[in-house]
C-alpha cells in the first residue's frame, strides 16, 4: 500500500529484455534505505518488486502484464520516474489510499501555467473516469492529486502546486504523453457493492 507521496524522482538506468521479462533497472541512492530485495516500491504509480538492491539503486522485473497495462514498456535509459516506498503500520497517510495497481492508461490533453501553479487535463478511459469525482483523489503517475474539475468527454483537471511540479516527473510531461491511473480505492469498493445489488456478479457498472 502507499499513499502517493512521490519520494523522489529517479532515472531509469538500464533496461535488458529477458525470456518473457524486461529486467529494468533504476538509479535512487536516496531511496534505498530500508530498501530490501523483495520490497515493493511504487514506479511512476505502479507497484513493482525490487529483486536486486544496490548502493545506488534498484533492479525490478517486469512482465507482460505490466509492460502492457503501464507505461512501462516505454521506459528508455534517462527516463525519469516517480518512486515511492511501501507505508509501514503507523505512517501518516499525506495522500490517500494508494495500491500500486494501474487501473489504465490515459493522456495528458492540456497543460497551462496560473501564476504559481499549473492545471493539468487529462483524458481518463471510461475505467477510471466512472470513479473520478470532483474534489476527490486520483493516482497519475504515481502521485496523489485531487480532482479540480471534471468535465466531458471524460477529461479531469488537476492543480500542480510548486512544491509538486519540481518534485515529480509530472512536469517532464507533454499534451499527447501517456500516464499511469489508479481510481479511487473507496469508489471501487462503492462501484461493486453498488453494480452486485444491481445484480451483476462481477462488479461491472450499470
Not at 523522489?8 to 530500508?34: H, K, P, Q, S
Not at 494508494?98 to 478511459?125: I, K, N, T
Request: charged share 20%; proline share 4%; net charge negative.
Amino acid at each position: 500500500m502507499f499513499s502517493g507521496i512521490v519520494e523522489t524522482v529517479g532515472t531509469v538506468a538500464a533496461v535488458r529484455e529477458r525470456d518473457g521479462t524486461r529486467e529494468i533497472v533504476f538509479r535512487a541512492a536516496d531511496l534505498i534505505e530500508n530498501l530490501l530485495p523483495g520490497g515493493s516500491v511504487a514506479v511512476d504509480g505502479a507497484c513493482l518488486t525490487a529483486v536486486e538492491v544496490s548502493n545506488d539503486g534498484f533492479k525490478v522485473e517486469a512482465v507482460g502484464t505490466t509492460l502492457s497495462r503501464t507505461i512501462a514498456g516505454a521506459y528508455r535509459p534517462g527516463s525519469r520516474v516517480n518512486l515511492e516506498r511501501s507505508l509501514r503500520m503507523g505512517d501518516r497517510l499525506d495522500g490517500h489510499l494508494v495500491q500500486g495497481h494501474v487501473d489504465a492508461v490515459g493522456e495528458l490533453v492540456s497543460v497551462s501555467r496560473q501564476g504559481e501553479y499549473h492545471l493539468m487535463d487529462f483524458r481518463l478511459p471510461s475505467a477510471v473516469a466512472e470513479l473520478t469525482v470532483l474534489h476527490g483523489s486520483i493516482a497519475i503517475n504515481g502521485v496523489s492529486l485531487t480532482v479540480n474539475e471534471t468535465r466531458s468527454p471524460r477529461l479531469c483537471q488537476v492543480a500542480i502546486i510548486p512544491y509538486t511540479w519540481t518534485h515529480t516527473n509530472l512536469a517532464d510531461l507533454g499534451p499527447g504523453d501517456p500516464v499511469n491511473l489508479e481510481g479511487d480505492l473507496i469508489g471501487k469498493y462503492v462501484g461493486r457493492m453498488l453494480s452486485a445489488r444491481a445484480g451483476d456478479p462481477d462488479g461491472r457498472a450499470t
